[in-house]
């Protein structure tokens, strides 16, 4: 999420350019024992090769909130190194950078303290599989520790126990424009044993490459959730240069997050 001045001397040479890229999706579901919890969604992702573009196809098992539903799709400019929420039924859109996400995530461990304890990641390789035609390595992680939060006068403790299975190709190269954004900022949510364990694991995928299939088990205090991630439908695909851009009849707005 700085090839802006590249791409836009290209858009230039012609109306009807196509640009070479890719689409796939992605379906996540996740599970527990209380029904009313269980979730399912599923999105469509587009690159140019430069630029990415996440439309919320379908959310089922809870109510559509926030910027995710029918009426929202993410385009991320690499050029800009932002982040536009399109909102397609006002017609309206607002940036955000990836600095003022990880600003956020800062903010939160400002009001929400977080103790994370004993923290123990083992790591175990498997025989490399093919998912969905992609030639995959393969491991599981095991992955424990204690969590304490304090919100106010609100305290709790959680035991955590986590199996995920994870299967990751290096084959294509289109995933990395949906991941290096992420990869080359400097991560840092504000809770310091937090920003550890994202960092193992970071590097961890950094080797093995883009997940397509993963399976994560997690118990808190022994109430287990199930969650699966599944990449699917792999294409490579043209797309006219219109596609990356937002219409310009669509509003610019302040986003929700600055309003008072």
Same mark, same amino acid.
């Given at each position: 999420?700085?090839?802006?001045?590249?791409?836009?001397?290209?858009? =230039? $040479?012609? #109306?009807?350019?196509?640009?070479?890229?890719?689409?796939?999706?992605?379906?996540?579901?996740?599970?527990?024992?209380?029904?009313?919890?269980?979730?399912?969604?599923?999105?469509?992702? %587009?690159? /140019?090769?430069?630029?990415?573009?996440?439309?919320?196809? &379908?959310?089922?098992?809870?109510?559509?909130?926030?910027?995710?539903? /029918? @009426?929202? %799709?993410?385009?991320?400019?690499?050029?800009? /190194?932002?982040?536009?929420?399109?909102?397609?039924?006002?017609?309206?859109?607002?940036?955000?950078?990836?600095?003022?996400?990880?600003?956020?995530?800062? =903010?939160?461990?400002?009001?929400?303290?977080?103790?994370?304890?004993? %923290?123990?990641?083992?790591?175990?390789? $498997?025989?490399?599989?093919?998912?969905?035609?992609?030639?995959?390595?393969?491991?599981?992680?095991?992955?424990?520790?204690?969590?304490?939060?304090?919100?106010? #006068?609100?305290?709790?403790? #959680?035991?955590?126990? &986590?199996?995920?299975?994870?299967?990751?190709?290096?084959?294509?190269?289109?995933?990395?424009?949906?991941?290096?954004? #992420?990869?080359?900022? @400097?991560?840092?949510?504000?809770?310091?044993?937090?920003?550890?364990?994202?960092?193992? +694991?970071?590097?961890?995928?950094?080797?093995?490459?883009?997940?397509?299939?993963?399976?994560?088990?997690?118990? +808190? @205090?022994?109430?287990?959730?199930?969650?699966?991630?599944?990449?699917? /439908?792999?294409?490579?695909?043209?797309?006219?240069?219109?596609?990356?851009?937002?219409?310009?009849?669509?509003?610019?707005? +302040?986003?929700?997050?600055?309003?008072?």
């Amino acid at each position: 999420m700085k090839k802006l001045k590249a791409l836009t001397i290209i858009l =230039l $040479l012609s #109306f009807s350019f196509l640009f070479a890229g890719a689409e796939w999706t992605m379906k996540t579901t996740v599970t527990s024992k209380k029904k009313k919890n269980n979730t399912t969604t599923i999105m469509k992702f %587009y690159t /140019d090769g430069s630029n990415v573009k996440q439309v919320f196809v &379908e959310i089922e098992g809870k109510r559509k909130q926030g910027f995710e539903g /029918d @009426n929202y %799709y993410w385009l991320y400019k690499t050029g800009e /190194d932002l982040i536009y929420i399109v909102n397609t039924k006002e017609k309206s859109y607002f940036p955000m950078s990836i600095d003022s996400i990880l600003q956020m995530s800062q =903010l939160v461990s400002k009001i929400v303290k977080f103790e994370i304890k004993d %923290y123990n990641i083992k790591k175990e390789t $498997l025989a490399p599989e093919v998912i969905n035609g992609f030639k995959c390595n393969h491991i599981k992680l095991y992955i424990t520790y204690k969590m304490k939060m304090k919100i106010a #006068f609100i305290k709790k403790t #959680f035991d955590v126990e &986590e199996v995920k299975e994870i299967w990751a190709t290096k084959d294509f190269k289109y995933f990395n424009d949906y991941n290096n954004p #992420f990869i080359k900022k @400097n991560f840092k949510t504000g809770f310091e044993e937090l920003d550890k364990a994202i960092k193992e +694991q970071m590097g961890m995928y950094k080797k093995i490459g883009f997940p397509i299939k993963t399976i994560t088990i997690s118990k +808190q @205090n022994k109430k287990e959730t199930i969650t699966v991630s599944e990449v699917s /439908d792999v294409k490579e695909k043209t797309f006219p240069k219109s596609f990356f851009e937002i219409p310009k009849d669509y509003q610019l707005i +302040q986003s929700p997050y600055l309003r008072r």
